[in-house]
């Protein structure tokens, strides 16, 4: 089981992604791709009643980053 | 996916989807600028799970909460103060737009001003010979430039009231009626009984 999350380019930096996945590594096996206007992330789990929580809290980390760092355009 | 429609909400702008306990909402890109939209998710990031994307023309938002229960109410709410404080935003956003030139100067004077007092060193580098600033009222003016100016002014007068017939007499004594150069003698005489004849100081002695 995992959850897939997908991420507007034009949105979200890479390098905020990058960042959430590294914070989430301990919790989660995440695996990022290109998506051509996307970036896909696949959220795994390690304990699966905890795999919504992990991708929500990875998504927001990622929308988190991306804001302190100005947006994309910056 | 299921898509239930929230009450007193038109299902075209945001519908909730109670299985994964979520509620979508969009908003025209052409009026909410994305800066608004950032701050606005930002705002909600402590309470929502919030995924932004973009569909046909708007910002797509889609927030669930991250505790209590996700009924179409609690959904419902969300969205509604989700809604407000992007409209706050994007008034904020429009505002600060307007008066950018404004706060810059603001700013830059309040710096300036935080800088404190020039140091030793920075004004021995100051070039003092600069044109001085435009002074109409002549506020900046010294004492001494004040004063000189005026003693100036008044031995440049033209005469005035009592004192043009003591004036003209002065200038009668000075200068022949007939306008020829005066002697030696008339000089000495307007010289006064101090000089010599010969306009000599030591031999009058």
Known sequence: MSIELRFDKALYRRDAIEQAIAAFARHADCVLEDGGQVWRVRVEARRPERERAIAGELGNWALGATIRAGGVRS | MERTKLPGIPETLAWADPSSGEVSFL????????????????????????????????????L????????????????????????????????????????????????????????????????FSSEPFEDPLG????????????????????????????DAEGAAAATPANGREPSAAEADAVAGP????????????
């Open chain 2, 27 to 62: 908003a025209d890109s052409t009026v909410y600028p994305l800066d608004a939209v950032y701050a606005t998710a930002y705002v909600f990031l402590d309470r929502c799970w919030v995924l932004l994307g973009r569909h046909d023309g708007h910002w797509r938002v889609v």
């Open chain 2, 64 to 127: 669930a909460p991250k505790k209590g229960p996700a009924d179409d109410e609690t959904l419902r709410a969300m969205l509604g103060e989700f809604a407000n404080e992007l409209l706050s935003s994007a008034w904020r956003h429009e505002i600060t737009r307007q008066n950018r030139a404004t706060i810059e100067a603001v700013v830059m004077h309040a710096l300036g001003g935080a800088m404190g007092p020039p140091g030793l060193d920075e004004l021995e580098e100051f070039d």
């Open chain 2, 139 to 166: 506020i900046a003016q010294s004492w001494e430039e004040k004063y000189r100016k005026r003693t100036a002014e008044a031995a440049n007068e033209p005469p005035s009231g009592s004192s043009a017939p003591r």
């Open chain 2, 194 to 205: 101090a000089q010599g004849g010969d306009g000599d100081p030591e031999s009058a002695r």
